[in-house]
C-alpha cells in the first residue's frame, strides 16, 4: 500500500494546517495510506497537547505515530536559550526516531513521500538516506518562504544582526523590508535559533518540492520570485505548490457552541470588530487595561478574547497557563459593566473560523498569524495588523504594503500599544473611507480563494500537480 508522512512541529499554527492537508489529499486520493509523526514540545502548551490528543479519535483515516518524549537536559533547562532554539534541539534528538519510525512503516508501505515542516528542513537529510523524496510544507505564507529561500544570501550580503541593521531589506517579490521586522528568532545571528533557520534554509534546495499554503491571486509577486528561482540564485528551484487557502473546519477546542456565536446574532451585520491574537499571544495587564480604554472610547461594538497576562515576557507567549483569567480583576473598574450593550469579552478561546464567517463581524484585530489571515481572507474581513511574535511584524509589512487587507496598528519601541491608537484604528477600519477601501480590496480577495479552490482553479490544479509528482517518486 503507497503511503505519505509528514512531521509538523508541535505548535497549533503549524498543525492546524497540516491536518487539514492531509485532509484534502486524502479526498482526492483516499486509498493513500497517511502518516503522521507526532512530536510534544519541551515547553509545551495545553492548547497544543489537548489537540493533539483529540486528533487521532476524531481523524481515524490517518495514522499518528507518537515520537519518544523528550526530556530536556537540566543544563538546557537552565539555560537561556529562546523556544524556537528548545525547538530546535527537539527535532535534533527527534531524528534517530524518525529514521526508525520510517523503517518500521516501510515494512508494510510503499512511501511515496516524507513531507516535512519547513522548521523540520534539516531531516531531508533522513529521506536522503533512505531515498525516499522529501516536500517542505510552509504553513505561512509566499513571501515568508521567499525570505526563508533567500536567507542564505542574506547572511552573506550583511555582516550585521538584521535587529542593528536599521535598513530595507531587498527580497525577491516582497515589498521592500524593514530588517527589524523580518522573523523574531532571525533578528539576532549570535541566537542559536538563527543558525538553525540558517541551516534549514541551506538544506530547503535539496527538497522534491515546495508546498506552501497560500494562492496564486493573494501573492502573485512573491510566488512569481520563487518559481522563477530568484530566491535561490545559486540553486535550481524545486517544484513549487501553492493549495491555499487550506483553512481550518474543525474548531481545534470543540467550542462550536459558544455563547459568542449567540452574542453575534444579535447584532447589526458588520458593526462588530473582533480582537484575538492566536493559539499563544497574550498581553501585559497594563496592556489589557489599555485596549479596554481604546475599545470604550471607540464608536464600534467589540468581541475581544482575553488571555491571562504574559508568563513570557521574552516572547509574548502565554507558556503553560491557559487557566481562566479573572476579568474584573484585570480589566478597568467598571469596564464590562460600561460597555455591557456594545461589547462582548470572552476568556481564552472562541471557535474564531465561526466568528470571522459570522455576518454581524465586520472587521479583525489580529496578531498576524498566518491561518487568522487566511481565515480572515475566505471570510472577507478586513485586519487591523498587532503583531507579537515569529514572522508576524513581517506578515503586518505584507498584509498593509502588498496586499492592502490591512491598517496598520503603531506601537512604541517596547511594543506598547496606547489607548488612543486602539481607539483610532477600529474606528478608521470601521467607519473611513480608507477602512472601506481595505474592506473592498479583502472581498475581491475572498472571492479569488473561493476561486483558486474550484475544479480549474490555480490551488486545485497545484494539487493535482503535487499527487502527480507524489505518484511519480515510487
Ligand atoms: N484560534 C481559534 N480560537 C482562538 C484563537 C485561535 O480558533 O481563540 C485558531 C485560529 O482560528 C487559527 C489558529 O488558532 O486557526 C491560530 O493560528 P495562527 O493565526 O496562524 O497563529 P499561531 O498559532 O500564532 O501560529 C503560528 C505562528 C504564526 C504563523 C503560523 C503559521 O505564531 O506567526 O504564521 O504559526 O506558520
Same mark, same amino acid.
Given at each position: 500500500?503507497?503511503?505519505?508522512?509528514?512531521?509538523?512541529?508541535?505548535?497549533?499554527?503549524?498543525?492546524?494546517?497540516?491536518?487539514?492537508?492531509?485532509?484534502?489529499?486524502?479526498?482526492?486520493?483516499?486509498?493513500?495510506?497517511?502518516?503522521?509523526?507526532?512530536?510534544?514540545?519541551?515547553?509545551?502548551?495545553?492548547?497544543?497537547?489537548?489537540?493533539?490528543?483529540?486528533?487521532?479519535?476524531?481523524?481515524?483515516?490517518?495514522?499518528?505515530?507518537?515520537?519518544?518524549?523528550?526530556?530536556?537536559? +537540566?543544563?538546557?533547562?537552565?539555560?537561556?536559550?529562546?523556544?524556537?532554539?528548545?525547538?530546535?534541539?527537539?527535532?535534533?534528538?527527534?531524528?534517530?526516531?524518525?529514521?526508525?519510525?520510517?523503517?518500521?512503516?516501510?515494512?508494510?508501505?510503499?512511501?511515496?513521500?516524507?513531507?516535512?515542516?519547513?522548521?523540520?528542513?534539516?531531516?531531508?537529510?533522513?529521506?536522503?538516506?533512505?531515498?525516499? +523524496?522529501?516536500?517542505?510544507?510552509?504553513?505561512?505564507?509566499?513571501?515568508?518562504?521567499?525570505?526563508?529561500?533567500?536567507?542564505?544570501?542574506?547572511?552573506?550580503?550583511?555582516?550585521?544582526?538584521?535587529?542593528?541593521?536599521?535598513?530595507?531589506?531587498?527580497?525577491?517579490?516582497?515589498?521592500?523590508?524593514?530588517?527589524?521586522?523580518?522573523?523574531? +528568532?532571525?533578528?539576532?545571528?549570535?541566537?542559536?535559533?538563527?543558525?538553525?533557520?540558517?541551516?534549514?534554509?541551506?538544506?530547503?534546495?535539496?527538497?522534491?518540492?515546495?508546498?506552501?499554503?497560500?494562492?496564486?491571486?493573494?501573492? +502573485?509577486?512573491?510566488?512569481?520570485?520563487?518559481?522563477?528561482?530568484?530566491?535561490?540564485?545559486?540553486?535550481?528551484?524545486?517544484?513549487?505548490?501553492?493549495?491555499?487557502?487550506?483553512?481550518?473546519?474543525?474548531?481545534?477546542?470543540?467550542?462550536?457552541?459558544?455563547?459568542?456565536?449567540?452574542?453575534?446574532?444579535?447584532?447589526?451585520?458588520?458593526?462588530?470588530?473582533?480582537?484575538?491574537?492566536?493559539?499563544?499571544?497574550?498581553?501585559?495587564?497594563?496592556?489589557?487595561?489599555?485596549?479596554?480604554?481604546?475599545?470604550?472610547?471607540?464608536?464600534?461594538?467589540?468581541?475581544?478574547?482575553?488571555?491571562?497576562?504574559?508568563?513570557?515576557?521574552?516572547?509574548?507567549?502565554?507558556?503553560?497557563?491557559?487557566?481562566?483569567?479573572?476579568?474584573?480583576?484585570?480589566?478597568?473598574?467598571?469596564?464590562?459593566?460600561?460597555?455591557?450593550?456594545?461589547?462582548?469579552?470572552?476568556?481564552?478561546?472562541?471557535?474564531?473560523?465561526?466568528?470571522?464567517?459570522?455576518?454581524?463581524?465586520?472587521?479583525?484585530?489580529?496578531?498576524?498569524?498566518?491561518?487568522?489571515?487566511?481565515?480572515?481572507?475566505?471570510?472577507?474581513?478586513?485586519?487591523?495588523?498587532?503583531?507579537?511574535?515569529?514572522?508576524?511584524?513581517?506578515?503586518?509589512?505584507?498584509?498593509?504594503?502588498?496586499?492592502?487587507?490591512?491598517?496598520?496598528?503603531?506601537?512604541?519601541?517596547?511594543?506598547?500599544?496606547?489607548?488612543?491608537?486602539?481607539?483610532?484604528?477600529?474606528?478608521?477600519?470601521?467607519?473611513?473611507?480608507?477602512?472601506?477601501?481595505?474592506?473592498?480590496?479583502?472581498?475581491?480577495?475572498?472571492?479569488?480563494?473561493?476561486?483558486?479552490?474550484?475544479?480549474?482553479?490555480?490551488?486545485?490544479?497545484?494539487?493535482?500537480?503535487?499527487?502527480?509528482?507524489?505518484?511519480?517518486?515510487?
Amino acid at each position: 500500500m503507497e503511503a505519505i508522512v509528514l512531521y509538523p512541529v508541535p505548535l497549533i499554527g503549524h498543525l492546524v494546517s497540516t491536518i487539514e492537508l492531509c485532509k484534502l489529499i486524502l479526498t482526492h486520493n483516499p486509498s493513500l495510506s497517511v502518516h503522521i509523526l507526532i512530536t510534544i514540545a519541551p515547553y509545551d502548551t495545553s492548547s497544543t497537547s489537548h489537540y493533539i490528543s483529540t486528533l487521532s479519535t476524531t481523524l481515524p483515516s490517518i495514522t499518528f505515530h507518537n515520537l519518544p518524549t523528550f526530556q530536556l537536559p +537540566p543544563t538546557l533547562l537552565s539555560s537561556s536559550l529562546n523556544h524556537e532554539a528548545l525547538l530546535f534541539h527537539l527535532l535534533h534528538h527527534n531524528h534517530p526516531h524518525i529514521h526508525q519510525t520510517l523503517l518500521s512503516i516501510s515494512k508494510t508501505h510503499t512511501i511515496q513521500a516524507l513531507i516535512l515542516d519547513i522548521l523540520c528542513s534539516q531531516s531531508i537529510s533522513i529521506a536522503s538516506q533512505l531515498n525516499l +523524496p522529501a516536500y517542505i510544507f510552509c504553513s505561512a505564507s509566499a513571501s515568508t518562504f521567499a525570505s526563508f529561500l533567500y536567507l542564505p544570501t542574506l547572511h552573506h550580503t550583511y555582516d550585521k544582526c538584521f535587529k542593528e541593521l536599521n535598513s530595507f531589506l531587498d527580497i525577491p517579490g516582497v515589498p521592500p523590508m524593514p530588517s527589524r521586522d523580518m522573523p523574531k +528568532p532571525l533578528l539576532e545571528r549570535n541566537d542559536e535559533a538563527y543558525q538553525h533557520f540558517l541551516n534549514c534554509a541551506f538544506a530547503a534546495p535539496k527538497a522534491a518540492g515546495f508546498i506552501i499554503n497560500t494562492f496564486e491571486a493573494l501573492e +502573485p509577486r512573491s510566488i512569481k520570485a520563487i518559481s522563477d528561482g530568484l530566491c535561490l540564485p545559486n540553486s535550481p528551484t524545486s517544484p513549487l505548490y501553492c493549495l491555499g487557502p487550506i483553512v481550518t473546519t474543525t474548531d481545534q477546542k470543540n467550542t462550536s457552541d459558544h455563547e459568542c456565536l449567540r452574542w453575534l446574532d444579535s447584532q447589526p451585520s458588520k458593526s462588530v470588530v473582533f480582537l484575538c491574537f492566536g493559539s499563544l499571544g497574550v498581553f501585559s495587564k497594563e496592556q489589557l487595561c489599555e485596549i479596554a480604554i481604546g475599545l470604550e472610547k471607540s464608536v464600534v461594538r467589540f468581541l475581544w478574547v482575553v488571555r491571562n497576562p504574559v508568563t513570557d515576557q521574552k516572547h509574548n507567549l502565554a507558556l503553560g497557563s491557559q487557566e481562566d483569567p479573572d476579568l474584573d480583576s484585570l480589566l478597568p473598574e467598571g469596564f464590562l459593566n460600561r460597555t455591557k450593550e456594545k461589547g462582548l469579552v470572552v476568556k481564552n478561546w472562541v471557535p474564531q473560523v465561526e466568528v470571522l464567517k459570522h455576518d454581524s463581524v465586520g472587521g479583525f484585530v489580529s496578531h498576524c498569524g498566518w491561518n487568522s489571515v487566511l481565515e480572515a481572507v475566505c471570510a472577507g474581513v478586513p485586519l487591523i495588523a498587532w503583531p507579537l511574535y515569529a514572522e508576524q511584524r513581517f506578515n503586518r509589512v505584507v498584509l498593509v504594503e502588498e496586499m492592502e487587507v490591512a491598517l496598520w496598528m503603531h506601537e512604541s519601541e517596547s511594543g506598547f500599544v496606547a489607548a488612543t491608537e486602539v481607539e483610532e484604528r477600529v474606528n478608521e477600519l470601521m467607519e473611513s473611507e480608507r477602512g472601506k477601501r481595505v474592506r473592498n480590496r479583502v472581498m475581491v480577495l475572498k472571492d479569488e480563494a473561493k476561486a483558486s479552490l474550484m475544479e480549474d482553479g490555480s490551488s486545485h490544479v497545484a494539487l493535482n500537480k503535487l499527487l502527480d509528482s507524489l505518484k511519480s517518486q515510487v
